[in-house]
């Protein structure tokens, strides 16, 4: 399998962002492989797939969530053969049901080649974002 490149991650790495960003379910989703699984600070357990954590994503839209805004910052891309790991500063503007949230989390996400040459995330973990000296100060 042929190494993954820096270009290649970026470029998924920004299609998940835009899909996100735009709340934009299918591609959103289309970036992530089936067996792909997630650790979210918000949530009580790990999810196992894809489907579990679309299922979770359904259920917010139901009850009003959406992405009003979200910027990457701090990007920083490790190479591993045919695997990268990618991490980055992330603020999100949420908004559920008219209810405007901004959340500040750092985020890692796992990229790897398919066999079928494709870039996909096979594991994505969120954390809270610590406050900066400069924010208590």
């Given amino acids: 399998m042929d190494l993954i490149t820096t270009a290649e991650v970026e470029a998924a790495a920004t299609r998940l962002m835009t899909a996100f960003a735009a709340t934009n379910t299918d591609d959103y989703f289309d970036c992530f492989a089936p067996d792909a699984t997630f650790v979210f600070h918000s949530e009580p357990d790990r999810l196992t797939s894809r489907g579990e954590y679309r299922a979770l994503w359904q259920g917010w839209l139901e009850d009003g969530w959406r992405v009003a805004g979200c910027a990457s ?29 901004t959340l500040h989390e750092r985020e890692t996400i796992i990229f790897t080649r398919t066999e079928s040459g494709s870039v996909l995330a096979v594991h994505e973990h969120l954390s809270p974002a610590p406050a900066s000296p400069k924010e208590n100060s």
């Fill in 73 to 101: 910052s701090k990007a920083h891309i490790q190479i591993a053969g045919p695997t990268a790991v990618f991490s980055h500063d992330v603020k999100t503007v949420i908004d559920v049901a008219g209810t405007k949230e």
